[in-house]
């Protein structure tokens, strides 16, 4: 866990604040964010009745299947679990948030980000919430690659729903064992324009710098964001 800070602890208390406000909150969260991690969804499960995952891949779905269905070598958020209910002031109840996560999520569907819509060809309704978690970092090549998959996001967003978003900032690369992988590079200021551009109005906007050097990865902070929809 060389990022455990970045990665884990910096997203999970911010959403758990964000959503303590009781402004973000609704009937339909949708989640696009990379690879088959859920623990950014905990505080979440609290505030809306229904949550959907998009995620690109069967390998990131078939992962997660085996997590909510309990089944043999299914990765254990366990650690999670226990750093959200220390949050919340309940750290004698893991199991039982484990469970109300996993009842909430209702679909988790497979898409193609080289689409140009996501919501025509697979019908998930438009969401009161979207959260998004290193995925544009991870599958943009260049500025307008960005903002046109920020735009097809968007679709999924109700006016008047809200926007979070979790990324890396000032990256070029991540590691997964000897192979490297490219991620698109950018500031807050374009993350903040970008939206702006696209009519969301910013809300909140933390920052924190990396908390640990590795190879693994060359980001100098972490960007957590939440925005309004007009």
Not at 65 to 87: E, Y
Not at 159 to 185: C, D, E, R
Request: one cysteine or more; charged letters at 25%.
């Amino acid at each position: 866990m060389a990022f455990k800070e970045d990665t884990v602890t910096f997203p999970m208390e911010q959403l758990h604040n964000a959503f303590k406000m009781g402004c973000i909150n609704g009937e339909i969260l949708t989640d696009i964010s990379a690879g088959p991690q859920i623990h950014h969804l905990y505080s979440a499960c609290e505030f809306f009745q229904e949550i959907i995952l998009m995620r690109p891949t069967e390998k990131c779905i078939m992962e997660i299947m085996k997590w909510k269905d309990d089944r043999t070598g299914a990765f254990c958020w366990g650690h999670t679990t226990a750093h959200v209910n220390n949050l919340e002031g309940r750290s004698d109840q893991c199991e039982e948030k484990e469970m109300k996560l996993k009842s909430s999520i209702t679909h988790i569907v497979k898409f193609d980000p080289e689409t140009e819509t996501l919501t025509d060809l697979i019908g998930v309704p438009q969401a009161d919430c979207v959260i998004t978690f290193s995925f544009l970092d991870m599958i943009c090549k260049d500025k307008e690659d960005y903002l046109r998959n920020l735009r097809k996001m968007l679709t999924l967003l109700k006016p008047g729903g809200h926007l979070i978003l979790l990324g890396a900032l000032n990256a070029s690369y991540y590691m997964v064992g000897q192979h490297k992988f490219h991620v698109f590079t950018y500031d807050e200021t374009f993350v903040r324009n970008a939206l702006i551009a696209e009519g969301l109005t910013v809300l909140q906007c933390q920052v924190t710098p990396k908390k640990s050097e590795s190879h693994l990865a060359d980001h100098d902070g972490v960007l957590f964001l939440t925005a309004f929809k007009k």
